[in-house]
């Protein structure tokens, strides 16, 4: 086995703690809906303590975090599905990618997978989960476009990105997607989002992680500014929670649904698809 991989608290990078332990718990409590091979190995060969999301992890609260952690990366799957199902030999392009394993498990045999983080991130995961055939890791930060020049869009790409549009600010997330449109014309572009009130409910978990730039950093409140970012293109968004899926799965209780609602319609949750 690896070396255990320590993860700095209260940095950025940390942010990949919660959507990775999240999936590994929703894999344990809602099988039916969602089931993950890496999650639960990963988090085994990190060195981060876990005491504290171990004692939560009961909760209604935190299973329900569990559930927003496990629709996100169904909705990715199904946007990432979707278009090989017309670009099989597409690059398939996780930015900010943490220690998820969506690439793989969207991959079709002929896809190219590319994982793009901060160094720190990229090098723990060249231990934990090398990159494997087809599939290459990029160190960089996602603001620096020399990134894309390692990513061969010639068969298309689609670029996707779990819970880290909310760390870019607005001018940065909209310079990148100009970026993307101008050197990838026929790609996609998907991301997750929230509304004012959720960018508020983040406040505390920007401070903790020593954010200092959180009020410039992106909410989208009425999703018709999104059609101003690249022109030309086409814009569309779904509910976070259930606008891909139904969340069929014994374990999800009335209360859980409630919540779900509540997500997309008052938090204004979304998953944001450009096809450029
Ligand atoms: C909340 S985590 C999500 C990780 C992963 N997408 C997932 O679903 O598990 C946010 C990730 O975005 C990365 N990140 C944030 N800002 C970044 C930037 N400017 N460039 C590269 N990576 C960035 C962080 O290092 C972290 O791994």
Redo the contacts with the bound molecule.
Sequence with gaps: MADRIHIEKGS??E??I???YGRKLCAEVFPKLYTDESAARICAQLDYDFTELDRQAKSTFWRFGALEAAMR?LDMQWEIRDYLATHPKAAVV?M?????QTGRACDNGTCRIYN???PD?IAAREQLCPAGERERNIA????DAVWMEEVDGSQGAIFF????FH??TKAQAQVLARELAARYPGSRLVFDTVGKLGKRLMRSTFKSFGMENYDECLCVEDPAELQTWVSGTRVSTRGYMLGYYDMDDPAVTGFHRFLARLCDNVVKMRIVRFDF
Excluded: E, F, R
């Design positions: 950025v990078q942010t990949l919660i959507p990775l990366q996780n900010g990618c943490g220690l998820d793009v983080d901060m991130i960089s930060d996602l603001n990105a779990a819970g880290v760390y870019l």
